[in-house]
């Protein structure tokens, strides 16, 4: 049993609305035998893994797991539920698994649960993965690991997952974000994170946020600098200087008198800071133990206090204890160490709220100074202090105080964060008590600022070991978010089979026209507001992440496909607006999907992540996505649904009519919107850019759909149809239904690759040209299903009698010349009378298919690629056609685009609407 290969799906997906990873696992020789074929497997798997027996299962009760255990159950599934109680374990909180059949035997995908807030780069899912079938292997073939082994190999996941986990800090800013709904996007697995969309959207990195000022960070990581400006300010602050050598150092001292404290003129955590230090010996010991330009200051009397100021406020404040321990009598200073080590809340570095204390040189010095060594035993209530320093870095503890503070030494903190110019800062304060007011500055200073500190570690605040906890995270979102708001900026999503990119690009348009700066995803690429910023397929989690995250954008138009959302997930959490343009047959066959069903499963995640009181889009005419209003998860009841559709009689738009609903129909040659009984026209279909005077009936659908998401992100309906008379399909929505001239022929140009597109494309030019004037150069894409090509090519032959075919450049994989003879034998046997010719490559299909059209005849050329496409029409000398065609000796385009010839109405009667 192996893991073949495994990735993270990072937003909501068709499997649950937080990220996971799906894992392909070969089960190997393990393929077909289930838990009861192994004698005494179920019992050894519970002695290893005792949690196992509360997991629930499908039964929804503890217990279910242990059930199918017993009644037999495959191996990727028991390791998918060891995966989770392994994770548990280490106290990576997750519970939701599931195991299905892939597309080969033996195969199956293993979808487990990962944290909301773990890095999409994190290597704990599979390194679990990998465990749990390395455990299951082992009961398998015998008797399993001992205890101490699986302690052992847990403690190195807990380890692993704790270097990759955001600290406290950022951790409590994440949570207080997620409460307010701010969206949260962590940068790989530092601390870095983005918080809300567009224009709105800010960075946090630890307590640090996009507006802090270098230069505050500046002065206050310069402790003699800081001190020095405090100072002439008239803050109190410990008298001292700084030093660039021993002599000058000594020299402090004898000035300062002691005890004194030297620390690095750069240090930050406490790190070889000094305390009190009263002999010259001593001083000249921690210069050398820091090697550069130190700090010598007058040691202040008093307690340690560390206040927190957010946005000019004091937010928290809190006590802090050195490292120390409490004898018993019993048991030596390193054996209490170990004790106190032990506590959960205690682990390396700032990954928990308390830090385990090391036994290094520093505290040696500490003990030697009392009389103690490790080895010491302290009686019984006897404290034994290890740190001079009071920092949580070293293994110290924190009380709160924030409700003690006295309104003197309120003031005094604000006035230090205002002079050094943070936004956020932890000020450290030696004082006899912060519930009295601060004494006066001056030579014989007895208390003050000891410290500022920019990026203040909140795990004192937020976990004290006295007193109560505050939720400092909150304070700090709430001063980058004021006034409650939830950093997000207008989303529309749109999906569908057909028509995506066309209703995305329209709906790009329509809301640029209201002011806005619009950042798009679609098949071609990314743009920000009307540029490209790159070109690709850019459907997928990554584009909409882009578009999110860049500061120029104040509404979000994500063209979303069923490729990128099943093999990463969503791009985003949430939509204001979700479209379903159509669902129809097309990559069935492709990951996993083997029915419209499944197609329309995938498609029905974009409507489940409407927001509550958002917009669902819908078409009216498509029965597989009126199917989607019903379903539990879309929760159609919290959302306004508003459909679209071309047949005004559809009695689904007269019942939601009739309750008083929205909707946006084509009626008596118009585009309308409806609202209950109330009717407003806004734009004849003749004048709709791209429709040809009405031909291209699915064009009216894409339009409809586009005005239906811009109206509900607040285009005015008044300026509607301005905004579409402005839109240029050539240039705006290029190579779909795109017209040239090249002499006296059309050049009909389309991106239609399965059989409802070719079907709606067919139509336009025989309601245009006749269905004798059309001549065909296609392709088709080798990726799909060999029905769904057969299906194409029958569309094909039934609406053409010369045809040109030709192969993709990418075969995906398929031999060459396959697909080519696939589709001819097709048409064929529907059309026996057919002429096809085949050619070698776009450029001789072209070619082959302008010779077999006369004058006044159309040539429909479906591509794989625009660009290559675009460049070959211009060396041919194509001129853009416009909306009108080139007709020789026929009806004219406004009776065409009124109704379809009848022979050819017969002869496409049977083909699908593209809705």
Avoid at 30 to 39: K, M, P, R, S
Wanted: hydrophobic share 45%; glycine share 12%.
């Amino acid at each position: 049993m192996k893991i073949e290969s495994l990735r993270r799906l990072r937003g909501p997906n068709v499997y649950l609305s937080r990220p996971a990873v799906v894992a392909r696992v070969d089960l190997g020789e393990l393929a077909g035998e289930e838990t009861t074929d192994v004698t005494g497997f179920t019992e050894r798997l519970l002695r290893a893994v005792p949690g196992l027996a509360e997991h629930h299962c499908a039964a929804g009760v503890p217990g279910g797991f242990v059930s199918r255990l017993r009644n037999g159950t495959y191996f990727g599934h028991v390791s998918e539920h060891v995966c989770i109680e392994l994770s548990q374990l280490i106290g990576r909180d997750i519970s939701f698994g599931r195991t299905v059949a892939a597309d080969r035997p033996g195969v199956y995908d293993v979808i487990i649960e990962c944290p909301v807030d773990e890095s999409p780069e994190s290597s704990v899912p599979g390194e679990l993965l990998e465990a749990a079938i390395g455990l299951v292997l082992e009961v398998h073939s015998g008797s399993g690991p001992s205890a101490r082994t699986l302690a052992e190999r847990l403690s190195g996941l807990a380890e692993l997952a704790e270097r990759e986990a955001t600290g406290p800090s950022t951790r409590s800013i994440i949570a207080a974000a997620r409460l307010r709904g701010i969206p949260v996007e962590r940068f790989d697995d530092l601390s870095l994170v983005r918080l809300g969309w567009g224009h709105r959207r800010r960075l946090a990195w630890a307590a640090m946020t996009d507006r802090t000022s270098a230069v505050g960070v500046d002065i206050a990581g310069d402790k003699h600098v800081t001190r020095r400006l405090l100072d002439e300010a008239g803050i109190p602050v410990a008298p001292g200087g700084v030093a660039a050598t021993a002599g000058d150092a000594v020299r402090l001292l004898g000035e300062l008198g002691a005890p004194v404290v030297v620390k690095p003129r750069h240090g930050r955590q406490g790190h070889l800071v000094a305390l009190h230090l009263d002999t010259a010996d001593a001083v000249e010991r921690a210069w050398a133990a820091i090697g550069g330009e130190v700090v010598v200051e007058r040691h202040l009397a008093g307690r340690d206090y560390r206040v927190l100021v957010v946005s000019g406020e004091v937010v928290a404040a809190a006590e802090r204890v050195a490292a120390h321990v409490v004898g018993d009598g019993r048991a030596t200073i390193a054996e209490l160490v170990g004790r106190v080590n032990a506590d959960p809340r205690r682990g390396a570095g700032h990954s928990r709220v308390l830090t385990r204390i090391v036994l290094d040189e520093a505290v040696e010095e500490v003990l030697r100074r009392t009389g103690h060594t490790p080895e010491s035993v302290p009686e019984e209530g006897r404290v034994v202090r290890l740190r001079d320093a009071a920092n949580l870095s070293t293994g110290g503890t924190s009380r709160d105080v924030t409700d003690q503070v006295h309104p003197d030494v309120t003031r005094l903190c604000r006035r230090v964060a205002a002079l050094v110019g943070l936004d956020i800062a932890g000020i450290d304060l030696r004082l006899p008590d912060i519930a009295a007011p601060v004494p006066p500055t001056g030579e014989q200073a007895t208390a003050g600022v000891i410290e500022v500190n920019a990026v203040p570690g909140l795990r004192m605040h937020l976990a004290p070991v006295h007193g109560r906890a505050r939720d400092v995270g909150d304070a700090i979102v709430r001063a980058m978010f004021p006034g409650g708001s939830d950093g997000r900026i207008p989303a529309v999503a749109i999906t569908g089979t057909n028509g995506k990119t066309t209703v995305t690009r329209l709906t790009a348009h329509l809301l640029s026209g209201s002011g806005m700066r619009v950042g798009m995803t679609s098949t071609d690429g990314v743009s920000i507001d009307g540029r490209i910023i790159q070109v690709a397929d850019a459907t997928g989690p990554r584009s909409a992440q882009m578009v999110l995250g860049d500061p120029q954008v104040e509404v979000a138009v994500l063209e979303t496909a069923r490729g990128g959302l099943l093999r990463r997930g969503l791009g985003y959490d949430w939509s204001d607006v979700g479209v379903i343009t159509n669902i129809t047959a097309d990559h069935l066959g492709q990951d996993g999907l083997d029915s419209i069903e499944d197609l329309a499963h995938v498609k029905a995640v974009v409507a489940e992540r409407v927001r509550d009181g958002g917009t669902l889009v819908l078409n009216a005419d498509d029965p597989w996505v009126r199917s989607l209003a019903g379903r539990p998860r879309v929760r159609a009841d919290r959302k306004r649904l508003i459909w679209f559709g071309l047949d005004a009689g559809n009695p689904v738009l007269g019942e939601h009519l009739a309750r008083g609903g929205a909707a946006y129909v084509l009626h008596d040659g118009w585009l309308v919107q409806a609202t209950g009984a109330r009717r407003t026209p806004l734009m004849r279909l003749a004048e709709v850019p791209g429709a040809y005077g009405g031909a291209a009936l699915h064009v009216a659908a894409d339009t409809l759909a586009a005005i239906a998401a811009a109206r509900a992100l607040g285009a005015r309906p008044e300026n509607l149809a301005d905004r579409l008379a402005e839109f240029d399909p050539s240039v705006e929505n290029p190579g779909r239904g795109t017209l040239f001239r090249v002499g006296d022929v059309s050049v009909f140009v389309d991106y239609a690759h399965n059989p409802a597109a070719l079907a709606a494309t067919l139509r336009t030019l025989h309601r245009l040209w006749g269905a004798e004037r059309c001549v065909a150069a296609v392709t088709l894409p080798g990726d799909r299903r060999e029905d769904l090509l057969a299906a194409s090519a029958q569309v094909l032959a039934d609406g053409l009698t010369r045809v040109v075919l030709y192969e993709d450049e990418d075969r995906q994989g398929r031999p060459a010349g396959e697909v080519v003879a696939l589709i001819e034998r097709e048409m064929r046997a529907r059309r026996p009378q057919l002429t096809a010719v085949r050619a070698d490559g776009y450029r001789s299909a072209v070619a082959a298919a302008l010779r077999l059209a006369g004058p006044g005849e159309v040539v429909l050329v479906i591509y794989e690629k625009w660009e290559p496409m675009r460049a070959h029409l211009a060396e041919l000398g194509a001129v853009p056609g416009g909306g009108a065609p080139v007709l020789s000796g026929v009806t004219s385009l406004s009776s065409r685009a009124a109704g379809a010839v009848p022979h050819v109405t017969r002869e496409l009667t049977g083909l699908p609407a593209r809705g």
